[in-house]
């Protein structure tokens, strides 16, 4: 696609983008899940991960609940957040006038998820500079790796939340259909508990969860203890899930009220 082209879909994001920030802005409750959770959750694990030896692991204090802190931004920022959103878009059908103008679908999808996504990468960088400054991880051993899981988290993150949205009936019903992926991804993708801490088999079954791959490579990337052969292969579990997860939505997504 060439320049002319991308220009004016880039002003039809950003100006998607704003509504929707705006729209966010409104929802006090969301507006809290997105901000205030995913900075407190982080230190009510600290005395679970007390009682583990991360030393035996090559983990610190630090690195873990600086992991933890990431994973539940893209969990409370970005999921369970968009699910809300586009569910709400889509009953008070915005979402259905948005598809009688020039925005493809790909486009009102992206576009609805720009203040959420922006709110968790922004998360996350700040509380990797905190975690830096207060807790002594000092800077990621391998930043690309932990930039690619990062960006591996955002866009797994949206796209399972559009997928959850289309069979979600009624924004009050988003919190309950929200809830498998965040206790799953909080019990099994090493967010809440290093999945290097777990038994080896039931570490390796974790390994395949929607978010391990991205906690991982974050995690890795500050560490510096991930090989070249465990970073391909996490990286390849992340692409595997991005695109499963982008084509489920291109088949199942909802674009009319659920009544």
């Not at 965040?182 to 038994?199: D, K, R």
Request: hydrophobic letters at 50%; proline letters at 5%; aromatic letters at 6%.
């Amino acid at each position: 696609m060439s320049s002319h082209a991308w220009a004016p879909a880039g002003r039809r994001l950003r100006a998607l983008g704003r509504a929707e920030l705006a729209l966010l802005g409104r929802n006090r409750g969301a507006v809290f899940t997105a901000l205030v959770v995913p900075l407190t959750l982080p230190f009510t694990v600290r005395p679970a991960l007390d009682q583990l030896d991360l030393e035996k692991q090559g983990l610190t204090l630090g690195t873990t609940l600086l992991t933890a802190a990431v994973g539940f931004s893209l969990l409370f920022a970005v999921y369970t957040s968009l699910v809300g959103a586009y569910v709400a878009r889509r009953e008070e059908l915005v979402l259905k006038r948005l598809r009688t103008g020039e925005l493809s679908d790909a486009e009102i999808l992206t576009g609805t998820a720009l203040p959420a996504t922006g709110i968790g990468l922004a998360q996350a960088l700040l509380l990797s500079v905190g975690c830096s400054v207060l807790l002594h991880t000092g800077a990621p051993r391998a930043p690309y790796l932990t930039l690619l899981g990062l960006a591996a988290g955002l866009v797994i993150s949206a796209a399972l939340a559009a997928l959850t949205a289309s069979f979600t009936r009624s924004v009050e019903s988003a919190q309950v259909t929200a809830l498998p992926m965040v206790f799953l991804s909080m019990i099994g993708s090493g967010i809440t508990v290093p999945t290097e801490v777990l038994p080896d088999r039931l570490a390796s079954v974790c390994a395949l969860l929607p978010l391990s791959p991205a906690i991982r490579l974050v995690r890795g990337g500050w560490t510096g203890h991930l090989s070249a052969y465990e970073a391909l292969g996490a990286t390849a579990t992340a692409l595997a899930w991005a695109v499963v997860a982008v084509f489920a939505v291109r088949r199942w997504f909802r674009w009319e009220p659920r009544r």
